[in-house]
């Protein structure tokens, strides 16, 4: 598409969108105000993706909300996790005990004194963190136990601690928002049953 006929369709798009996209985007492309004003123009998709606050921190889109947190490493702390990690793998299907956990990982930052968290989970950030307590404390404690003045996962002032590290989202997508890890498994498995029964009439 040629730049002007990116530029009509720019036009078209209704004032107040692309008045927004000005006051944002006054140097970008026109391409790119294009895309983004017709973002800004879907209001069904905008309202599919609605980002709200999570909780206590962070962002949630429809059920699934973000996490992330970079916190100090004990010396010797990253040498730790990463004899942890290697035995597994880097596979840490335990966690999938949590129930609401899409997805974590850990990663090492400024020669390995630092430890990246990131999480998506499903729900309010206040129970995700008791999940976590009730449902896998040794992990989590072993873990963040290599964190500089980690008080524990059942300690009172836990949830002080991770706030104190966390970094909310400034901006979040979640592919499919309402997708829940409950109804996720629960889609898995009934795809697997129709798949078993259509076998069966082959």
């Excluded at 947190?69 to 702390?77: S, T």
């Excluded at 840490?92 to 968290?117: E, I, P, W, Y």
């Excluded at 404690?141 to 524990?152: A, H, I, S, T």
């Amino acid at each position: 598409m040629s730049t002007t006929e990116l530029e009509t369709q720019y036009r078209s798009l209704p004032e107040r969108i692309r008045t927004r996209v000005e006051e944002q985007l006054s140097d970008a492309a026109i391409a790119l105000k294009l895309k983004v004003g017709l973002m800004l123009a879907d209001r069904e998709e905008i309202a599919a993706h609605a980002v709200t606050p999570a909780g206590r921190i962070g962002l949630k889109s429809g059920q699934v909300s973000e996490l992330t947190a970079i916190m100090p490493l004990k010396p010797g702390g990253a040498e730790r996790l990463r004899k942890f990690f290697s035995l597994l793998d880097g596979n840490l299907a335990g966690a999938g005990q949590v129930g609401t956990l899409h997805n974590m990982r850990f990663v090492f930052l400024d020669d390995d004194t630092k430890l990246l968290f990131a999480t998506a989970y499903d729900g309010e950030w206040d129970p995700y963190i008791d999940d976590f307590a009730t449902k896998i404390p040794e992990m989590m404690d072993y873990l963040f136990g290599n964190v500089e003045g980690w008080p524990g996962i059942k300690s009172s002032e836990v949830k002080d601690f991770i706030v104190g590290y966390q970094i909310g989202a400034a901006g979040w997508f979640v592919a499919h928002p309402t997708l829940t890890v409950a109804e996720g498994t629960r889609l898995l498995e009934q795809d697997d049953n129709v798949r078993g029964f259509v076998e069966t009439l082959n």
